[in-house]
């Protein structure tokens, strides 16, 4: 298997950043500095995402296996987004690596269905479907989505589409598959095995992973930490980097220390 491309800051016990779909291991460069001073922080980037080679077929499975081969075998996980599927299908298969958990505005099934809030499935066929007719623009329309509400929507897509472009784009197959796995995985039944301590955030005026969603999440694990920025969209990393990493550091260091 190709090595993922990994960054390393910092030093101390280790903590894995796992970004979200269309965007690569640049994304949490606003918070990096502020989580290396606690911590070894590893940026990776997905197969077939910034400078990474790609994986066929994309799986969790598969995205798992690849970040295991290069990183501490006992670390904290930190997911945003489809990277949160990442994180949590590791805590479930691969237990003895995940010494804790953290998703950053993710669901155990993004699609809406009935008493699940989530993204309507026709939102997501229809960036399906603009990936096929011009798939810089699709990224684009994401970017702003994932902003969409917070408050400083602006400038967080500026920063975003910045963070993007500072990194080879996403290769197109892996764009396809990724948000193919948005839209078929659900990990809802097995959330139960998750065993080590877990920390959810969410955005409050989140599109994609609605805060009514942190109910129903509460229920399927109500072990779990859970936590809403106020002023955040999809991002809260990029709209309120101090207090989001306050909340890490503070549960992190429970862990570990």
Known sequence: MSKLH????????????????????AVWQPVTELLAEHFSVYLVDLPGFGHSPAIEPLSLDGMVQAITAQVPERAIWLGWSLGGLV????????????????????????????????????????????????F????????????????????DIKQLRELLASRPLPQLSALEQGLGLLQSQDLRGELAQISMPWLQLYGRSDALVPKAAMQQHAELH??????????????????????FAEKVLGFARSIVV
């Open 136 to 155: 810089k623009k699709t990224l684009q329309q994401f970017l702003a989505i994932q902003a969409m509400g917070s408050d400083q929507a602006k400038q």
């Open 222 to 243: 109500p072990a779990a930490t859970q936590y809403l920025f106020a002023s955040s969209s999809h991002a809260p990393f990029i709209s309120e980097k101090q207090l």
């Open 6 to 25: 990994f960054e390393r800051h910092g030093s101390g016990p280790a903590l894995i950043l796992i970004h979200g779909w269309g965007l690569n291991g």
């Open 87 to 134: 994180a949590k299908y590791a805590a479930i298969h691969q237990p003895q690596q995940v010494t804790g958990l953290i998703t950053v505005a993710s669901s155990a099934h993004f699609i809406a269905k009935s008493e699940w809030p989530g993204i309507q499935g026709k939102v997501l066929d229809g960036f399906a479907s603009g990936l096929q007719q011009d």
